[in-house]
């Protein structure tokens, strides 16, 4: 059977081998500490769920319009307001399977074979996937520890072309944890207006910022802005509901009616009880979402300052989400048993071996030298996975 050409735009994800590696040493019942997750290891709150089971019992379990109940779009156009000083039109507002299918949607409706999408590297690697599908390309600007892994508008009008369509923004960032500010984004915001480009911004980390930082979607630094940007949000890590599948997008009215097309002929709509739950998780107490960060703030400091003390490795402060990003290219060229580490895999993968740990290579985030360690995980857990790292770390280094 011959597959579509389009198949092969597409690589199979590179973490996905870590973790089947993972899953069966821990199916073979040795003890691995997964510092790989990328989900809330908190449950969905309780009133959601007995928001979706108040749904079912009542019968809202029908096909929905393709993008979304109106009571879900009225709870998103007050979260927006609530939140971020946005005003948008229920016509501005289309309710996804998650928000990786918003994202998946946007790049659909928008991009044709030869246009360009830029990538500020370290990046979420489903936005390079979702823009080869298309035929359009990726074009991945790298930033830098320095610049606090944020694209400088320097590196982005060097970047832009005549075929620029979108740049992907993700604040705050999966992998890096970098938050970017108001200084950080007028500029971008600027450069967006005079070309006419698309911002795609994905916050769906928007609750998770620590330490004073504070959230601010480009969207909110004007009216010409707001029109070209495409809010990307969703309920599954500020709501611990990544199996329920809603996200949504705001924006542009003309985009969301073509996602809405697309959506009819593909998923139809997000799943009617997962809807009504997260009308929910938007509207209702927002308590457990303050919990569960005040939660991740301890781990995070936790985790910082056990990674700087270890020799050679240089760990940034992340302002958001709930990763840290430190450099360990420090390994490189040294071995361990005979074996030489020659990259972020080859480090990843002693370390799931030797300690048992699961951690995720820069590499997959296109930032080589790099590692992600996921702190959605239990303190015990994270001092248990730790001690493991430090003892290979300081074999291996010193
Ligand atoms: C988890 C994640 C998403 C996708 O969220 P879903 O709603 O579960 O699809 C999108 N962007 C980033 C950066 C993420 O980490």
Redesign the pocket.
């Known amino acids: 059977m011959k597959l579509a050409q389009r198949c092969s735009w597409i690589a199979p994800s590179a973490t996905m081998a870590m973790d089947t590696a993972a899953k069966e040493m821990a199916r073979q019942g040795i003890d691995v500490i997964s510092f790989g997750v ?2 809330p290891d908190f449950d969905t709150p309780e009133n959601v769920k007995e928001a979706a089971i108040k749904a079912m019992k009542e019968g809202r379990t029908k096909y929905t319009p393709a993008s979304g109940i109106h009571e879900l779009k009225v709870a998103i156009q007050q979260k927006l307001a609530r939140d971020n000083n946005l005003e948008y039109g229920i016509d501005q507002i289309a309710v996804t399977v ?4 918003a ?1 998946y949607n946007i790049t659909q409706v928008l991009c044709d074979p030869g246009d360009e999408v830029i990538v500020p590297a370290p990046y ?1 690697v ?1 936005y390079v996937e979702q823009v080869r599908v298309t035929g359009a390309t990726p074009v991945v600007i790298e930033t830098t520890q320095e610049n606090g892994f944020r694209v400088t508008p320097e590196q982005l009008r060097e970047a832009i072309t005549p075929r620029t369509k979108a740049i992907m923004l ?1 604040s705050p960032s ?1 992998p890096t944890g970098a938050v970017y500010r108001r200084e950080h984004l007028e500029p971008i915001a600027e450069i967006a207006v005079e070309k006419g480009i698309v911002v795609v911004s ?1 916050e ?2 928007e609750p998770f910022i620590y330490g004073g930082a504070k959230h601010v979607s480009i969207a909110e630094l004007g009216p010409e802005i707001k029109a070209l940007t495409l809010l ?1 949000h ?1 309920v ?2 500020s709501h611990a509901m ?1 199996g329920w ?3 949504y997008v705001a924006g542009d009215a003309r985009v969301i009616k073509a996602i809405t097309s697309l959506q009819s002929h593909s998923t139809s709509n997000p799943v009617s009880i997962a809807q009504w739950a997260a009308v929910e998780a938007l509207t209702g107490s927002q308590e457990p979402v303050k919990q569960m960060v005040a939660e991740f703030a301890k781990r995070r400091e936790y985790l910082v300052e056990r990674l700087r003390a270890l020799p050679g490795v240089e760990c940034p402060m992340p302002e958001g989400a709930f990763y840290v990003f430190p450099r360990i290219s420090a390994a490189f060229g040294k071995s361990y048993n005979g074996r030489v580490i020659q990259s972020s895999m080859d480090l990843c993968q002693l370390l799931l071996e030797e300690a048992h740990v699961s951690v995720v290579p820069g590499s997959a985030f296109g930032a080589e030298g790099y590692m992600r360690i996921s702190y959605a995980t239990s303190m015990a857990n994270l001092e248990k996975g730790m001690d493991r790292i430090e003892r290979i770390w300081r074999a291996l280094v010193g």
């Open positions: 990328g989900e998650g928000a990786k299918h994202l979420w489903s993700n999966n994905d769906i980390y990307v969703g599954s890590k990544t599948r809603i996200g």
